[in-house]
């Protein structure tokens, strides 16, 4: 598996509309939009940073993952995503070394990127996102 860099923190917010202020007013960030993914009942809003993004995250609807999060841990960092040549082999490289997936197979993200989660019992206790654009 070969990791190219870190693709954006994911952050999981009440209200893109009320968080985006921080990231554009105060840090100076651009806000590059926001995307719905309905599959996953979240709204994305990228703002990159260098080669990197932030990834503000908004649950429409009240069982959707985000939503949940922020009702166990509270709005913040939620995952961090890893940009990788290739989603498939990393996939099964992982579960060879007998990482805990919560995909099994790739799915798709925000701007039709190929995405794949960790389970955080095998990461000490971090979500983290495979994405392969």
Known sequence: MKILKIDHLGIAVNSIEDG??????????????????TEQKVTTAFFPVGESEVELLESTAPDGPIARYIEKKGQGIQHIAFRVDNIENALAELKEKGIQLIDEKPRIGAGGAKIAFLHPKATSGVLVELCER
């Open 20 to 37: 985006k202020s921080f990231w554009t007013d105060v840090l100076g960030l651009n806000f590059q939009g926001s995307e719905t993914v």
